[in-house]
């Protein structure tokens, strides 16, 4: 690859020690650490591109005018064959804040029905996102991305891996309810810790003021630069 790209050999590559490694997440949410090697840095986000020609499911877009904003829920590829049992924790939870809700499916098989809940498939988090109250998700590194780029706050139900600690950084920065995690999840505990999230106005503004900073970075620039001026050399 590095050869059909007109790349230099890895070995050329600069950096104190090793090749250069760049972590694609915001500083302002995790500041780089001091005791980092020279070559190790924080870029930034770099976003997927929503695939072309995408537009929203009209039954999605009709959904969204005919009330409030809802809160989303998925749980993305956590809790495979589990969807019977979470579809009613979710409506249940739904049924207790008096909210709409747009229920992600994912590899759970999360279904949901009733008059205010939107079952849906996957689709750009870029594009429901800002139009959401609140997002309920795994806290997995891309969601919770995409949370914070929406500028909504989250209410973080972390199953496993790095999902502990992207939920507890939500929480850290003010941007999120307390997480609750995946095993510990009720319909009562969903269902209160939504209600608080959304009945928490500098949850909301703090989110907001993060997302607007946020946007200001370029985290593919950084690496862009830095690959050019490895092929310049």
Not at 24 to 38: C, E, T, Y
Not at 98 to 104: L, Y
Request: with cysteine; hydrophobic share 50%; net charge neutral.
């Amino acid at each position: 690859m590095r050869t059909r790209l007109g790349l230099p050999a890895a070995a050329s590559w600069p950096g104190a020690g090793g090749r250069p490694v760049f972590h694609g997440f915001s500083p302002l949410v995790v500041p780089r650490p001091a005791d980092w090697p020279s070559q190790v840095e924080v870029a930034g986000y770099w976003w997927p591109a929503r695939p072309h020609g995408w537009r929203p499911p009209a039954e999605l877009v009709d959904f969204l005018q005919a009330g409030p904003p809802p809160v989303f829920m998925g749980f993305g590829c956590m809790a495979p064959g589990q969807g019977e049992r979470l579809g009613e924790l979710v409506m249940a939870a739904v049924a207790r804040t008096g909210m709409r809700a747009v229920v992600q499916a994912g590899w759970a098989g999360l279904g949901a029905v009733g008059d205010d809940i939107l079952a849906i498939g996957d689709l750009p988090h870029d594009w429901l996102f800002p139009r959401t109250a609140a997002v309920v998700h795994h806290a997995g590194a891309g969601t919770t991305a995409a949370g914070l780029s929406a500028g909504v706050p989250a209410v973080p139900v972390p199953v496993m891996a790095d999902q502990p600690f992207w939920a507890a950084r939500l929480h850290q920065l003010g941007v999120a309810a307390r997480p609750l995690p995946f095993h510990e999840l009720t319909a009562e505990a969903l269902g209160a810790a939504i209600t608080a999230c959304v009945t928490e106005p500098a949850l909301r503004q703090r989110a907001v003021d993060l997302a607007r900073r946020i946007a200001a970075e370029d985290g593919a620039a950084a690496v862009l630069a830095r690959v050019g001026a490895v092929c310049d050399g």
